[in-house]
């Protein structure tokens, strides 16, 4: 019987998740922090992009080492 009852416990919690979202942020803030995340993102890829090229052309020439 006690197995009955943590299994609608649970269910009740469920369907009360919906209850518990934190909706109190308009859409466009949620917007603008996936933005400046996805602008630091490119940045930085395109910085160690930058900086494994410079060791590459440091390779290539021959100046890395002596």
């Known amino acids: 019987m006690d197995m009955q009852w ?4 649970m269910q009740k919690y469920i369907d ?6 934190d909706d109190s942020r308009p ?3 949620d917007w ?3 933005l400046l995340v996805g602008i630091f ?4 890829a395109g910085a ?5 090229y410079l060791l ?3 390779v290539v020439e021959g100046r890395w080492i002596g």
Not at 48 to 52: D, T
Request: hydrophobic share 55%.
């Open 16 to 21: 009360n998740l919906d209850d518990f979202e």
């Open 48 to 52: 160690c992009a930058y900086i494994g």
């Open 41 to 44: 993102d490119l940045a930085g």
């Open 56 to 58: 590459l052309v440091l």
């Open 6 to 9: 943590e299994v609608m416990d």
């Open 27 to 29: 859409p466009i803030v």
């Open 32 to 34: 603008v922090e996936w």
